[in-house]
């Protein structure tokens, strides 16, 4: 067999997640994982630290193209393996922007997209100004290392933030600060993107945090017009070619009370907010980040069902296994597609999500969330 | 974690395609291969041969249950491992059915189940009388080790058999005759059920064999009346609780043109007639296989579109890679899910298969068969 080989960097659950699509397309799967027992030690081939460039060296001879179950891979090691002429899906190119969410504001600024306002900050008297221009509340970000609420903080004064300001350099010798948009509620457009230039949205998801973090996914998102439809989506198609990603990309927006459909984050891979789609739509996220990075043609993204609706299971402290809760959540949900990433629990920690394809939004949310509690109570 | 632990004697695409639900239900699949480099590859954890009680014993500590990716596994090994507590399932007094078709008639006929007029045959002159008394022609069968058209003919003389009735001790002392149905289509009712009662039956489908294999399956079977429906559930029950059968069940029939439902053959296993469950029911027969036979509650059957079809990708002598093929396949028919098992080609082996779920059974069909056509063209 001429088998299609990708290697993953990085053994969390969405590498775990792109391993049935591959296991049903024949593609051979590999993941460099960071330690033994990760939540894609099924398809891990190799143990290592994935900062060290020979490390990656090493595993991405096993391989035709890199991709990645995170973010995190330091430029210089990406950069280095593209100029010996390994294919990296999404380039260092494009991570670059989702590693800094600074050069990110810029060049989304440069594309002439809606965000919400901005401003690089270096000193507390900047930060102070920004605020006070903003209704005396402002985000402030650390552009480089936040993920699923850290790194991000509500300041009312330069002085909520005088740690971070006093170590600028560990974040890159800039913080971000971003207008406060009064939103009505968090959208997330799903894409994918070849290389060679195919590019496939999902339909429009509402998203919404507790804490910071993805709680309840509702696919499609409810009561939105087809002229905000066509918008996300040619906002996706922008981000994508602007920034030059492949494979799967997340972009996350508000939508404002005042209307505006305002870029909050993006993320360049499978994510939380496309977990739905492995149930809900003919083309799973997984399926087709896998296609896009080996640039085989996308599979359609159309819906299966007219509602999906995706709950996360979040860890408890002191409850540290919740398939002993199978018996209880499976009898309870017979609809209910339970997804568990052999994680060991603490507070907060992604463990698992819930999906539920039905007729009626009411029906799916309910069932999710039912088996959901069901699985939590363990 | 509390693991679910279960082991699959078999590295065929059965126990490949059980791996995709396992992860997501975070159950630690283990499977025991005879070779390296099976189509269950990933997940097997064991290379030995099933026939020697001491492998399978061996292979048994690491797991909470064994079930099976085919029924060839002798009952003398299952039985000595039951007798020392390991969880067997389907057990072997349900497997001793399948791996005999005689027994498997005269447990039928005990239970007073409908199915082809047959015979136990020892000798030419009861095979004769048998033919003349069913218009001249039988099939005739041998009880054991026949699968996918083989150990099947069609006799109209007991000299169309001479080589069997010469060797009817490596047969099991008799061979099986039957009547030739008049049939109008075959139907298959797939089905599971735990140890413990619960019984889970999918809507019924059609299947279009080519020189005896499997070629297409509709999903549901179209023109089928409600009572039909009924009377087909009925009967895969009627099976699995007489024959004791857990996990899923197979059961194959013809539709006579006078009518009569008659059933042909059982497989005791996830099956090609429920290929389309992956992408055309709530719950998989792979998802609900694990389920079972961990004796977990069952999952909704239920469709998830109105129809499904599943075309086999059949192999080609001197076509050994379809993979080459994806291109142009994937980017004809963005709705085909292919699946590929990871063998390598020869003339009419099963190497794969494509299912497209739509509203219209034309559609699916069309596409299916268009992207498999691309796929086999290589």
Redesign the interface.
């Known amino acids: 067999?001429?088998?299609?080989r990708v290697g993953v960097i990085g053994g969390g659950q969405l590498a775990?997640?792109m391993?049935?699509?591959a296991?049903?397309?024949?593609i051979d799967i590999k993941v460099l994982a960071e330690a033994e027992g990760s939540s894609a030690a099924?398809?891990t081939t190799m143990v290592g630290d994935y900062t060290q460039v020979e490390v990656v060296r090493e595993f991405a001879k096993s391989v035709d193209v890199i991709t990645f179950d995170h973010e995190h891979v330091p430029l210089a090691v990406l950069e280095a393996l593209e100029a010996e002429g390994v294919s990296v899906q999404p380039p260092s190119k494009a991570l670059a922007f989702a590693q800094n969410k600074l050069a990110m504001r810029k060049r989304l600024g440069a594309l002439g997209l809606p965000m919400p306002d901005w401003a690089e900050i270096q000193d507390a008297e900047t930060l102070d100004a920004f605020i006070e221009a903003h209704g005396g509340v402002a985000i402030l970000k650390t552009p480089i290392g936040g993920y699923d609420g850290k790194g991000v903080r509500v300041v009312r004064s330069a002085s909520d933030a005088s740690d971070w300001l006093g170590n600028l350099a560990q974040y890159g010798g800039s913080l971000l600060a971003e207008e406060k948009v009064d939103f009505v509620r968090e959208l997330a457009q799903l894409s994918a993107r070849r290389p060679s230039g195919q590019f496939e949205p999902w339909p429009l998801v509402q998203t919404i945090q507790e804490n910071g973090v993805c709680s309840v996914v509702l696919a499609p998102a409810p009561a939105v017009d087809q002229a905000t439809l066509d918008r996300t989506a040619e906002i996706a198609k922008s981000v994508a070619e602007g920034l030059g990603v492949t494979g799967v990309l997340a972009v996350e927006m508000f939508e404002a009370r005042d209307g505006r459909i305002l870029i909050n984050e993006l993320a360049m891979r499978p994510h939380n907010s496309g977990h739905f789609s492995i149930?809900g739509s003919?083309?799973s996220q997984f399926e087709q980040h896998l296609?896009a990075v080996l640039d085989?043609?996308?599979?359609?993204a159309?819906p299966?069902?007219a509602h999906a609706v995706m709950v996360n299971l979040l860890g408890v402290d002191g409850q540290?296994?919740f398939?002993?809760a199978?018996?209880g959540a499976?009898?309870a949900h017979?609809?209910a597609?339970?997804?568990?990433?052999?994680k060991?629990a603490r507070a907060g920690r992604k463990m698992?999500h819930v999906t539920v394809?039905a007729d009626s939004a009411e029906h799916a949310l309910a069932e999710a969330q039912g088996a959901s509690a069901v699985l939590l109570r363990g």
């Open positions: 067999m001429g088998a299609l775990r997640m391993t049935p699509p296991i049903n397309l024949a099924l398809a149930e003919v083309t296609r085989l043609p996308l599979g359609s159309a299966r069902a540290n296994d398939v002993q199978y018996s499976l009898a017979p609809e597609k339970v997804h568990t990433y052999g060991s698992g394809v």
